[in-house]
């Protein structure tokens, strides 16, 4: 089931994004920033135990970023993370969001679902604000995507 985030998911949100983390495959979140960001988020569950996140951060009139979509690697190939792409895609649209964007290694999923890379200077200046506190600053080197929606 996809639901919208709490804050008692947010430990298990940080364990998962860790897992991907440590793998290089996604940046670090804090804890402390995950509760700063406790309503952007949505969960795909199972009772109580969180299997997958992602989280939809609004940061301009028009544009949101998708961003922490992971799934635990033994539920992976489920198609859960397309369904929290979609429920995600789906709150921004009630927002009337117009873009969405995203920062991720892996395009390939990405491009599944309607987002095309592009380069990293057709983004708003404000959301850069997180990457100066993001250990691979200045030197990113993840891939920008954006969907019109």
Known sequence: MIRKATV???KQIHRILQIFSAQGTLLPRSLMALYDHVRDFCVYAE???????CGLQICWEDMAEIRSLAVKP??????????????SM??????????????????QFFELHGFAVVDKSELPQKIWADCINCVKFPDCDEIAMLRHI
């Open 8 to 10: 008692a998911d947010m």
């Open 90 to 107: 789906e709150e921004a649209l009630k927002f009337k969001i117009k873009k969405l964007f995203t920062l991720t290694y892996v395009p």
């Open 74 to 87: 033994e539920h992976q190939h489920k198609k859960i993370g397309s369904h929290l792409l979609e429920f």
């Open 47 to 53: 009772g109580e135990d969180v299997i997958g996140c």
